[in-house]
């Protein structure tokens, strides 16, 4: 992985989440158009391995695109604990532990394409 490979990494992200947009407005779409409530509101504490703000405030803003989660805010970071944190309210996950799995997911997916160079952490 290197600056080279930067931006087909990043193509085959913006592909790798439009399809999660689609996927997850389908889930939206057929909760509200069909009877009943499917939802299982919650909030998730995510830590993150986002290391700038510009890190944090694109993997917040990507949560928020993709329909049934919100970035309802952040932790601040101390000397003790320098990770950065996001709380993030989902729709359509069983519990907290579902929620933030996703979120580690985009992330994942999101550094991976963001770095130009390869993450050694």
């Not at 917040?60 to 944190?85: F, M, N, Q, W, Y």
Request: aromatic fraction near 8%; charge should be neutral.
């Amino acid at each position: 992985m290197s600056w080279i490979s930067w931006p087909l990494r990043m193509v085959a992200f913006l592909a790798w989440f439009a399809w999660q947009v689609v996927v997850s407005n389908v889930a939206v779409l057929r909760d509200n158009l069909t009877p009943g409530q499917a939802s299982t509101p919650g909030v998730a504490r995510v830590v993150t391995r986002c290391r700038t703000d510009a890190e944090l405030t694109g993997l917040a803003g990507l949560v928020t695109l993709t329909p049934g989660t919100l970035t309802l805010g952040t932790g601040p970071s101390t000397a003790e604990h320098p990770e950065r944190v996001l709380y993030v309210h989902g729709m359509y996950h069983p519990d907290a532990a579902s929620l933030a799995h996703e979120v580690a997911t985009i992330e994942a997916r999101f550094l991976r394409a963001w770095r130009r160079e390869e993450d050694r952490a």
